[in-house]
């Protein structure tokens, strides 16, 4: 197994939603504090040259990201991706951390937190000397811009299409800016190989660099983990089978055939104030613009960075998958590592 290491140069874009925009000016986006499976394959694709036919995109139901999977493994029962783990870099000193989504923050907590957390049967508590980073936001003015032929190639502003951007970055705890590396592990046998991809939007850009396996994390998919208690390091995706909103019923949502009961196997987030409960959330994620069709991807429910669960069934156990399901967790989404509960 290789290593993906991704170095953002300075600050990045992402985004779980598509731009908020109305006739007028100033929508926005809902910022994320890591890139999600879909930028990463966009960025591994990249650096590998690997070209997608626009035909194969436009039958796919993930609209590019199950011929970019196929592309880059043929094993179906293991994921390409599986992370992140961040690995946070101040002068000579390394920790290697965990993101737990916080609203439109992301809080960075040191792996050795999750051998000495203390957990009730429903939470999970991590005291404030193991919270080791935070993401934070640079909002700016955006505008799209739009490609036109009239005599001479040239770019006006799309109309009604001001808004406002979010550029991600860290920080400890008295502001000052943190250096991070955004470390992946890659189940197909790539070559090594170390050059510069755009990260996200606005023409970010970052170091992708595959490497030897050095990193002994053992990060884990639904695809090939046994029954146990994880903490989920990427977002775990659900698929609504209805229209209506609906909260976390297993027989409106795929995703949830892992879990026998979800509300009591999907413990939530870990809490950092000892006096309060862990926090159940869903978010909306959107998965990822397609380079191909020029598009953005639907937006589904998943369950963030940072979640307490404990499967009770295996891939092989839970029924009824529907393939674009499986490519997403064959993308990297859903990726666990195990921990141990400490009880209190």
Do not use: C
């Not at 650096?47 to 035909?55: F, M, V």
């Not at 799209?144 to 005599?151: E, G, H, I, P, Q």
């Not at 991070?180 to 660099?209: H, M, N």
């Amino acid at each position: 197994m290789k290593t993906l290491i991704i170095t953002p140069l300075g600050p990045f874009r992402t985004a779980s939603t598509p731009i908020y925009h109305g006739a007028l000016y100033m929508g926005r986006q809902t910022v994320i504090g890591i890139p999600q499976p879909s930028t990463v394959l966009g960025m591994l694709g990249a650096a590998l040259s690997i070209h997608i036919d626009k035909e194969a995109a436009t039958r796919d139901p993930l609209m590019g990201i199950t011929p970019l999977v196929d592309a880059l493994s043929t094993n179906h029962n293991q994921p390409v991706l599986l992370g992140p783990v961040i690995r946070i870099r101040k002068g000579q000193k390394q920790v290697l951390a965990l993101p737990v989504h916080a609203g439109e923050q992301t809080i960075l907590v040191a792996l050795e937190a999750l051998q000495k957390a203390t957990f009730d049967g429903r939470t999970l508590y991590i005291g404030p000397k193991y919270i080791v980073g935070y993401s934070k936001t640079i909002i700016q003015p955006g505008i799209a811009l739009k490609d036109t032929v009239s005599n001479t190639p040239n770019r006006v502003v799309e109309p009604g299409y001001t808004f406002r951007r979010g550029l991600v970055y860290y920080t400890d705890e008295k502001g000052e800016t943190l250096s991070v590396d955004f470390i992946f592990k890659l189940t197909p046998d790539i070559p090594p190989l170390e050059t510069a991809v755009r990260l996200g939007g606005e023409g970010r850009l970052a170091t992708i660099r595959v490497t030897g396996d050095h990193q002994q994390v053992h990060l884990e998919s639904p695809l090939t983990a046994e029954p146990g208690p994880y903490i989920i390091t990427s977002f775990w995706p659900l698929i609504p089978t209805k229209n209506t909103p609906v909260y976390l019923p297993s027989k409106d949502l795929v995703g949830l055939e892992y879990f026998d009961n979800p509300s009591k196997d999907i413990a939530g987030l870990p809490s950092f104030n000892p006096s309060q409960p862990a926090k159940l959330r869903v978010v909306r994620l959107g998965l990822g613009y397609s380079e191909v069709l020029k598009t953005r991807r639907p937006i589904i429910p998943a369950l963030p960075p940072g979640t307490i669960i404990h499967l009770k069934k295996t891939t092989k156990d839970a029924k009824n998958l529907p393939h674009p399901y499986l490519t997403l967790l064959r993308a990297g989404y859903a990726s666990i590592l195990k921990i141990t509960l400490n009880p209190t």
